[in-house]
């Protein structure tokens, strides 16, 4: 269905005025061919073109929060990676976005808040253009705060969003079902609904403490893992929060032991770039309760450390899955994992990987983190 094909009720849920006529986007091209137009428009200048015409506000405006009305726009949206860096000479923190066709990075508005680096959380909404910086330690101190801002790409600015009920800091965090839970090391956590803008907490997590090292969330689950640590005397402890069943349980075995570098999600499936050797990527294989070494090199030598890694959340066609690997200087590493037959049967995966430089005014920036969003 195009845009101005919409039924009347769809246009009224979508906030006009009665008995508005809807018109073309383009006059004289077909509406599909004017929504992949549209969407080319940088978003950063989105506010700037709803002034053109109402259609093209209503097009702009719209939240993929509500695929219901609009299912076309969603289905177009463009996947724009999302990088927050520190720069060592200022401590300020950047967000840099990469648009998908120029390869060019957008600066955004600068991130609210003072944490200190790597003590704060960040999660990413992709379906909702949005973007939670949670938490944090006060840069200089260690006095954690509750504070959380959201950025919107379709407004292309920070909020500040409830705070949580408990001051954190180097928690773990991620989506699961649409909400976002954030784990402390204590095994406190609490979930925020972003429809009602709201904290509640949720079950406990029993036993000793797990430090966080890493966390990613998939499935309606969030794992946690501490990682191994020098000088290895014991297994890493890991834990699964289920949103289902509010219930947190023992990670298995084979996934805490072979968690060895950055998660990232994509196309529904947990990858790790291994943080020894060649920077390979693995992927979890549930039935087996293992990390699958995925065919292909490693992440290339000239995204150089330290890493971060972020992932489609969709497959990107033919059933491969898209990961960046952001490293120094915002270098990045795009992979594209494609199917690939088992020498034995069965499925296998293979790694192909693209570099974009990052420009020469980003060399000392340190990147932290990286969401993917569809923009």
């Given at each position: 269905m195009s845009f101005s094909s919409m039924s009347k009720q769809q246009v009224l849920e979508a906030g006009d005025e009665v008995g508005e006529e809807v018109m073309e986007l383009i006059p004289g091209l077909p509406e599909e061919v004017a929504e992949k137009c549209l969407l080319h428009l940088?978003?950063?200048y989105h506010r700037l073109f709803r002034t053109v015409s109402s259609t093209w506000n209503r097009f702009l405006t719209v939240s993929p929060a509500k695929p219901v009305a609009f299912p076309s726009v969603v289905s177009l949206s463009l996947p724009f990676l999302f990088a927050f860096a520190f720069d060592p000479v200022?401590?300020?923190?950047?967000?840099q976005a990469l648009d998908p066709f120029s390869r060019r990075w957008l600066l955004l508005p600068p991130v609210p808040g003072g944490a200190a680096a790597g003590s704060f959380a960040v999660v990413g909404l992709p379906r909702r253009g949005e973007i939670y910086v949670i938490g944090g330690v006060e840069e200089g101190g260690d006095k954690a705060v509750r504070s959380v801002a959201v950025y919107s790409a379709a407004?292309?600015?920070w909020e500040e969003a409830a705070g949580m009920g408990t001051p954190r800091g180097y928690m773990a965090a991620g989506e699961v079902g649409g909400r976002l839970v954030v784990a402390?090391?204590?095994g406190e956590a609490e979930v925020f609904d972003p429809e009602e803008g709201t904290w509640a907490p949720v079950a406990v997590r029993r036993g000793a403490a797990v430090a966080r090292y890493d966390a990613a969330a998939a499935g309606g689950k969030l794992y946690v893992t501490e990682g191994w640590a020098w000088p290895f005397e014991r297994a890493p402890r890991g834990a699964v929060y289920d949103a289902a069943s509010d219930s947190w349980s023992e990670m298995a075995r084979g996934m805490r032991e072979g968690w060895t570098?950055?998660?990232a999600v994509a196309g529904g499936r947990m990858y790790i770039v291994a943080?020894?050797?060649?920077w390979r990527l693995k992927r979890y294989d549930e039935p087996r309760d293992e990390w699958r070494m995925v065919a292909g090199s490693g992440v290339p030598p000239e995204v150089r450390r330290p890493h971060v890694v972020s992932g489609e959340v969709e497959e990107v066609g033919g059933g491969r899955r898209r990961i960046y690997v952001v490293g120094a200087g915002l270098d990045v590493a795009i992979g594209t994992v494609s199917p690939s037959p088992a020498i034995?049967?069965?499925?296998?995966?293979?790694?192909?990987w693209e570099v974009v430089k990052g420009p020469a005014e980003f060399a000392g920036l340190a990147p932290c983190n990286a969401q993917v969003l569809y923009a």
């Open positions: 940088p978003f950063l200022s401590r300020r923190l950047q967000c407004r292309n600015g402390g090391e204590d570098g950055s998660c943080e020894y050797g060649e034995h049967g069965g499925e296998d995966e293979r790694v192909d």
